[in-house]
């Protein structure tokens, strides 16, 4: 199995900084396309920024320049560092991940979502 914790939401102040993780752990094989996807009260969930594997990378316009999404494949673990912070980017923050499961076939995971919540 497959697991997806994230971690970093907190509180902050706009301007501030704040680094979300995302470790998958179980029976991983190997880690495909990444992103971090993101989801306000009475909003659709939105994408955040993706991570391919031939190393393209797409961010919403509306986190290009603030944002940056990382993967480090020796620890499992993919990050979004978000810089000047605004009060729009308050939402919960989900990592979504592509994994071969071991020898299994791909599948599609998602992270508990972390809450991100950035004060005016």
């Known amino acids: 199995q497959v697991q997806l914790v994230e971690s970093g939401g907190d509180l902050v102040q706009a301007g501030g900084s704040l680094r979300l993780s995302c470790a998958a752990s179980g029976s991983i094989g190997s880690i495909g396309a990444v992103g971090w996807y993101r989801q306000a009260p009475g909003k659709q969930r939105e994408l955040v920024a993706t991570?391919?594997?031939?190393?393209?990378?797409k961010y919403a316009d509306s986190v290009k320049g603030r944002f940056t999404i990382s993967r480090d494949n020796a620890k499992n673990t993919m990050y979004l560092q978000m810089n000047s912070l605004k009060p729009e980017d308050t939402a919960v923050y989900y990592c979504?991940?592509?994994?071969?499961?071991?020898?299994?076939?791909?599948?599609?995971?998602w992270g508990q979502g972390t809450q991100v919540t950035v004060s005016s």
């Open positions: 979504n991940v592509y994994v071969r499961s071991g020898r299994a076939s791909w599948g599609n995971y």
């Open positions: 991570l391919a594997t031939d190393g393209d990378i």
